[in-house]
């Protein structure tokens, strides 16, 4: 039920700070450690590769959750569209570890692969909201993304839980491979927590973003390097799906390779800039495209901030910056859809599952 909100969406936003709680609870044990299943945590180290395999928001999950595995358990850890995987099929390892994140559990893009690779005898896991879903009961294995009922086509909370889980997953690996790690994923989430709380409470700030930038235009570009790419795709894709304003998000540095052709006078381009060794490129990006005409909309952190930002985050672990960055793209995606009346919970021609291939 929606309670008191107007939409499932803002709920769903909304619940991110409990979300987070919730996992925390969940995926730790009566001694403070991880609450991994060992068999899980054996099919991941006794692999040499994972494939991770999803569609949309999840797949962006997927990029983030690459980073976390390779950064933190030290493993090799390929991305891929499902529907593209099994006629652009990489040449798999020896013995890989397929990893299908799905919100629902139930996209049957997915489960194409999923078939093929347990017909060819390999091992999956699947990260999943719906446990006793079709990729669920097909996988050897779940992981519970613990967000509970998502109602929004758009997919919100469901993306930060995939994130939260794969640290998760990814530090215990780690531990039992006697990596030694200066992060507590457990704690770190649990400031996630806060930082989305505060976040979310600034719902006047994200709505004003919306109609100072969005209102009236066609497109709009988001901009980010390094961790931070991963998660301005994501924000496109929201803006887009329920906005209709057709939206990319790419890589900062690749604007001078052919997009900056598209900055006219007044084109909204957001930058994103939680990332320390990357901040000061991102912000010569900014000035580039600001410099033809852009309305650039700053995003930055606590710590690396400059005066003129639209939109400070709180400070959070650098391994887990998306699960804060996304929520003002979420709020503002929100926001701009609702100003121009769009459909935010339905937008035209999506499903929230999409179980044709
Ligand atoms: C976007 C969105 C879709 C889904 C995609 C995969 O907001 O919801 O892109 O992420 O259809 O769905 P699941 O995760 O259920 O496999």
Partial sequence: EKGTYPHFMLKEIDEQPFVMRNIIQKYQNEDGGLRIDADIREAVKTSDRI?????????????????????????????????????NMPLLSENPLFIFISQSGETADSRG??????????????????????????????????????????????????????AILAVDVARSAGIELD???????GIVANAMEVLTAQKEEMEKVARDFLSVTRNAFFIGRAADYFVVVEGALKLKEIS????????????????????????????????????????????EVEARGAHVCTISMEGMNEPEDQIVLPRVHEHLTALASVIPMQLISYYAALHRECDVDKPRNLAKSVTVE
Avoid: C
């Avoid at 992060?183 to 989430?189: R, Y």
């Fill in 51 to 87: 494939y991770i395999i999803a569609a949309g928001t999840s797949y962006h999950a997927g990029l983030v959750g690459k980073q976390l595995v390779e950064k933190l358990a030290n493993r090799p850890v390929e991305v891929h569209i499902s529907s593209e995987f099994l006629y």
């Fill in 113 to 166: 692969v999923l078939v093929e690779v347990k017909k060819q005898g390999h091992k999956a896991l699947t990260i999943t909201n719906v446990p006793g879903s079709t990729l669920s009961r097909e996988a050897d294995f779940t992981l519970h993304t613990y967000a509970g009922p998502e109602i929004a086509v758009a997919s919100t909370k469901a993306y930060t839980a995939q994130i939260a889980v794969f």
């Fill in 183 to 189: 992060f507590d994923p457990l704690q770190e989430l």
């Fill in 244 to 287: 209709y304003i057709q939206a990319e998000g790419f890589a900062g540095g690749e604007l001078k390779h052919g997009t900056i052709a598209l900055i006219e006078e007044g084109t909204p381009v957001f930058a994103l800039a939680t990332q320390e060794h990357v901040n000061l490129s991102i912000r010569g990006n900014a000035q």
